[in-house]
């Protein structure tokens, strides 16, 4: 039931991402070849930005393949820290991306560029912004349901590339009202929304790779069920942290010291089965049993 439920989930990972691999090729193509055709710089870095957005979409796909191999001898607790790693290289690809925009921006306003309004980059804007709302919009559904930090991190880039394009379109408009420097200053707009986005994507996988607990709510969600069950007299000890997409915890549960091993041990088996039913997400846990005496209460 476990493999099946991170098979299942990474069935749904690679769909979203193959079909933003082919979102991000046409756009790219489209956006650079525009861009140059009309001379929007903004265009043309709004089209890096699509580029950049493929790279993390393969990023993705090779962190679900290797994150998802068995536990080994090497490796015990999984290779989910691959996906991690996958989302901080997205991290690091957006903020080098917003900064790369900012750069050749303003290199741009230096030398005194004066840019001019195409129909052209509002078309392309406007399908860019639809498109890439909507592949926005369906990561993040999967990787909620998934608890995939890296294709969280790669739905937040394509809002980032939809924002982009919303800057290109600002820019357009500006140009009509006659600011010649439009164009770039929207290219400056979009390099910084986006290295904010990618700090933002880095400073969780370092809180992740930092051991930092599970998120409060799905503690609290933890506590209920175990609190639900009727053999467990007390708890305490409850730890928890992440491993990729997979929750690891160890807590200390206090039974009827009256009751036989086996009995105790079927306690904690059932623990083991409702938990990760009960928050569906995959989930490892380790239980030490302990008899209900006023010694071992904390």
């Known amino acids: 039931m476990h493999n099946h439920k991170?098979?299942?989930?990474?069935?749904?990972?690679?769909?979203?991402t193959k079909l933003g691999i082919l979102g991000?090729?046409?756009?790219?193509?489209?956006?650079?070849?525009?861009?140059?055709?009309?001379?929007s710089i903004a265009l043309v870095a709004d089209g890096i930005h699509s580029l950049s957005d493929?790279?993390?979409?393969?990023?993705v796909l090779l962190g679900v393949h290797f994150g998802s191999r068995q536990p080994d001898e090497s490796h015990p607790?999984?290779?989910?820290?691959?996906?991690?790693?996958?989302?901080?290289?997205?991290g690091l690809v957006l903020t080098a991306g917003g900064g790369a925009m900012i750069y050749y921006a303003a290199?741009?306003?230096?030398?005194?560029?004066?840019?001019?309004?195409?129909?052209?980059?509002?078309?392309?804007?406007?399908?860019?912004?639809?498109?890439?709302?909507?592949?926005?919009?369906?990561?993040?559904?999967?990787?909620?349901k998934t608890h995939s930090s890296a294709l969280y991190a790669n739905a937040w880039h394509h809002r980032s590339d939809a924002l982009s394009s919303v800057a290109v379109l600002i820019g357009f408009v500006t140009l009509k009202f006659g600011f010649g420097y439009g164009d770039q200053i929207a290219a400056v707009a979009v390099g910084l929304m986006i290295i904010l986005v990618g700090i933002g994507v880095?400073?969780?996988?370092?809180?992740?790779?930092?051991e930092s607990a599970v998120d409060a709510g799905t503690i609290e969600h933890i506590k209920d069920i175990i609190n639900?069950?009727?053999?467990?007299?007390?708890?305490?000890?409850?730890?928890?942290?992440?491993?990729?997409?997979?929750?690891?915890?160890?807590?200390h549960i206090l039974v009827d010291p009256e009751l036989s091993i086996a009995a105790a041990h079927e306690i904690s088996e059932s623990l083991e089965s409702t938990l990760p039913a009960e928050i569906n997400r995959p989930v490892n846990i380790?239980?030490?049993?302990?008899?209900?005496?006023?010694e071992l209460r904390k």
């Open 6 to 16: 991170i098979e299942n989930a990474n069935k749904q990972i690679r769909f979203v």
């Open 24 to 39: 991000n090729m046409v756009l790219s193509i489209v956006k650079v070849g525009v861009g140059l055709l009309v001379g």
């Open 54 to 59: 493929m790279a993390t979409d393969f990023a």
């Open 77 to 90: 607790y999984g290779h989910g820290r691959i996906e991690t790693f996958a989302a901080a290289f997205i």
């Open 107 to 144: 290199v741009d306003i230096a030398k005194g560029s004066v840019r001019v309004a195409h129909t052209a980059v509002l078309v392309v804007a406007i399908i860019s912004i639809v498109s890439k709302d909507l592949l926005y919009r369906l990561s993040k559904r999967v990787a909620v």
């Open 202 to 210: 880095i400073g969780d996988c370092l809180r992740e790779l930092t």
């Open 228 to 251: 639900a069950s009727p053999s467990i007299r007390q708890w305490h000890k409850l730890r928890s942290r992440m491993v990729g997409r997979e929750v690891f915890l160890d807590l």
């Open 286 to 294: 380790t239980v030490h049993i302990e008899p209900d005496m006023p």
